[in-house]
Structure formats: structure tokens, C-alpha cells
């Protein structure tokens, strides 16, 4: 019975992974100036927040910073969403798959699937571009997000047992 009831539970990794995939493919399907002016946005409210008096630089200084954080932000934006997909895709398959090496290779290989697609949607999008390093960005952090899973799951176990 309590078996019965953990397996059930794959329905809530699942639903975030349903979720996550739609954001993703939401921001997959914006034309290029739009994507651009949100990262814009995100990365002038990053640079709020790391330098101190920001709105009082020049605004030749404001626009450096930006542009120099621009491409980092909209990386690590790929490599966190795709940290989250890849945590719920695993956490899916624990609890449908038994054995871990068939967890992970099930895990990555989807949110690979997704990245690729992802890339590919862009590439038919005005002002985008499909981009092989978004992901090798995007895979790295599904690794990253299964890897978290695998350490989650083994520090709860062990305090159970």
C-alpha cells in the first residue's frame, strides 16, 4: 500500500516538468526583439542589484555593463531552466524507473530532446537562431539538475534507513 502511494508521486515531478517545458518553449517561440529586450530587462535589474548607485553611472558606463553582462545572463538563464527540468524529469523517472543508471540516461536523454528542439523552434523564429552551444549550455544543466536529484534522494534516504 505505502508503495503503491510513493509511486503516485511521480505526478507532481511530472506536472513541473510539463510546466517547464512549456516556459521554456514560451520563450522558444518570442521573435528576437522581444527575447532580447526581456533579457535586456533581466540583466539591467541584475546590474541593480551588483553595483551599488547603478542609475547614477553614465549612461555610456550603464550601457558597458549591460552589454557585458547581457551574454552571461542569457546563458545562465538557459542553464537554470534547464537545471529545473532535468531535477523534475529525474525525480519523474525515480519514481517510475528502478533502476538509477535508467533514471539518468531517461532524464538526460529528454531534456536533450527538448534543448534540440528548443534550438531548432529558434532557428524558424525572425530574429532568432538555432545555437549548438545553447545545448551543450542546456544538457550541462540537466546534468547539473539531475545530479542535485541524485543528491537529494541519497541524503533522505539515508536519513531514513
Known amino acids: 500500500m505505502v ?28 521573435a528576437g526583439v522581444i527575447s532580447t529586450d526581456s ?9 541593480r ?6 542609475d547614477s553611472f553614465s549612461t555610456e558606463l550603464q550601457d558597458e555593463i549591460i552589454s557585458g553582462m547581457h551574454f552571461s545572463i542569457r546563458k545562465t538563464a538557459h542553464f537554470t531552466i ?14 517510475l524507473i528502478k ?13 536533450i530532446i527538448c534543448a534540440a528542439a528548443d534550438e531548432i523552434n529558434q532557428y524558424f523564429i525572425p530574429g532568432r537562431d538555432g545555437n549548438i552551444f545553447d545545448v551543450f549550455i542546456d544538457t550541462a544543466g540537466a546534468a547539473f539538475g539531475i545530479a542535485a536529484g541524485i543528491i537529494v534522494l ?3 534516504y539515508n536519513r531514513l534507513n
Open 82 to 95: 534547464y537545471s529545473m527540468l532535468g531535477l523534475n524529469l529525474f525525480l519523474t523517472a525515480h519514481f
Open 99 to 111: 533502476k538509477l543508471r535508467f533514471q539518468i540516461i531517461s532524464a538526460l536523454v529528454i531534456s
Open 49 to 54: 542589484l551588483i553595483f551599488y548607485q547603478f
Open 3 to 30: 508503495r503503491n502511494k510513493i509511486n503516485k508521486l511521480f505526478i507532481i515531478p511530472l506536472f513541473f516538468s510539463v510546466v517547464t517545458i512549456i516556459i521554456i518553449f514560451i520563450f522558444s517561440f518570442q
Open 39 to 47: 533579457s535586456l530587462a533581466v540583466t539591467r535589474v541584475s546590474a
Open 154 to 156: 541519497s541524503v533522505i
